[in-house]
């Protein structure tokens, strides 16, 4: 059996089974919300470059931004689940199958990584007196980065999950701190606690047992990365067989407590239960962190205003995906729900969340000084507006969609 062979089929038949949404993706517009996105940011950078405020935390900013490129790693194995019976007898050989995967992982990443370093690069040399040189900066990372991918790996394959949760944190100390000392340290003292700090890390790496290959886990990864694909696709076009992931978050485990046990509220609670454990309230949140960041950075100017208008509208369609939540339950066609209570609670629902965004997320700019009055009374009223526009637009499309369910 060719194991390379085998892999790159079935990553051909994934990639190809994505192609004939590209085009509803194109449609929707999204292809011109990113030029309107990437003319923004441009002329807001070089706005930046131009006059840089003074005592920027140039190298805090450097390490928050490049910490995420350089200890996230992920790889695509397109593992099944019947490869536990037909590729078991295979299992002294699976390093061909997973060499393709490693390669093509750190690749990308690399590549992101080094967009995202060369993005911030003009800004860092204007700031920092003591910069580092650019290639030995970007070596530097590199070489985290590629032990940060080991060390992923070898999470995987560890017996116990707790541990393997322990040295995800590990991971990402590790990564911090090596580029904590490459930006704070001067280079020789740095370079040689990164050795240091990489020979200790890869020591504690060995320690727990592992599975020569951990077949359940690899599936069940692979299984939620296909699965955000087709979530990400169903932002723009109906996907069918999309599953969801359940994240256990304990601390939202009372959200939703409240609600009176009623056939009215019944979806309600579905709802809020599903958000909670769900990949949406991880992207909602991801976003607003960073907005709020963004908008308080940017609090004095309208600058700040586009920018909390822009993920205002961001929230907006993460949230509008809810309505595709369960859309192919069969619990749902069992249990007597009243007519309309599903449009009708996904509105209302997607309508809370959004106003509560809207409000988080103003506070930046609340605390701007007092002749920024009527610009940020004016940005509220703006938000308020993007909220009641999602809100339409999302009873006009569940009203469509039962009603297409009808005549069916």
């Keep these: 059996m060719d194991l390379k062979e085998l892999r790159r089929q079935r990553r051909s038949r994934f990639t190809g089974s994505l192609i004939p949404y590209m085009g509803y993706i ?61 590729l078991l007898p295979q299992g002294h050989r ?23 370093l060369i993005t911030l690069w003009p800004l860092y040399i ?22 940060a991918s080991y060390g992923l790996w070898r999470e995987l394959t560890m017996l116990s999950r707790p541990a393997a949760s322990g040295y995800t944190l590990l991971r990402w100390a590790a990564a911090g701190l090596m580029i904590a000392a490459w930006l704070w340290q001067p280079s ?26 951990p077949w359940e886990r690899l599936i069940a990864t692979e299984r939620n990365q296909g699965t955000r694909a087709l979530m990400i696709l169903g ?17 939202l485990s009372k959200w939703g407590g409240g609600i009176a046990w009623r056939r009215s509220t019944a979806y309600r609670f579905l709802l809020t239960k599903s958000f909670a454990r769900g990949d949406i309230f991880g992207i909602v949140m991801r976003i607003a962190v960073l907005a709020l960041l963004l908008v308080w950075w940017n609090r004095d100017s309208y600058f700040g205003s586009g920018i909390y208008l822009f993920f205002l509208l961001m929230t907006g369609v993460q949230l509008s995906a809810l309505r595709k939540l369960h859309s192919e339950s069969f619990w749902l066609t069992v249990y007597p729900l009243p007519p309309g209570s599903r449009a009708g609670s996904t509105v209302d629902f997607v309508l809370r969340v959004h106003l509560v965004l809207m409000l988080v997320l103003a506070v930046p700019l609340l605390t701007a000084g007092g002749g920024s009055l009527p610009r940020v009374l004016g940005t509220l009223a703006a938000g308020a507006a993007i909220v009641a526009v999602t809100r339409i637009r999302l009873l006009r499309k569940l009203q469509s969609g039962e009603e297409s369910e009808l005549q069916q």
Aim: glycine fraction near 4%; charge should be positive.
């Design 126 to 147: 204007r700031t920092d007196d003591s910069h580092k040189m650019l290639l030995a900066t970007l070596a530097v990372l590199i070489l985290a980065k590629l032990l």
């Design 94 to 116: 699976m390093k061909e199958y997973f060499a393709p995967a490693w390669v093509a992982g750190n690749v990308w990443k690399i590549l992101r990584l080094a967009f995202v």
């Design 235 to 251: 932002w723009f076009v109906d996907v069918p067989g999309r599953e969801q992931r359940v994240n256990a978050r304990r601390y």
């Design 26 to 86: 194109i449609q929707s517009g999204v292809a011109m919300l990113f030029l309107l996105v990437l003319i923004i940011f441009s002329a807001w950078y070089t706005s930046l470059l131009r006059d840089i405020p003074a005592g920027i935390p140039i190298r805090w900013i450097m390490l928050v931004i490049l910490l995420p490129a350089v200890a996230h790693s992920s790889f695509r194995t397109y593992l099944q689940s019947p490869d536990t019976i037909f």
């Design 188 to 213: 020789l003292r740095a370079l040689i606690f990164i050795v240091i700090l990489a020979a200790a890390y890869v020591a504690a790496l060995a320690v727990p047992g592992r599975h020569s290959v």
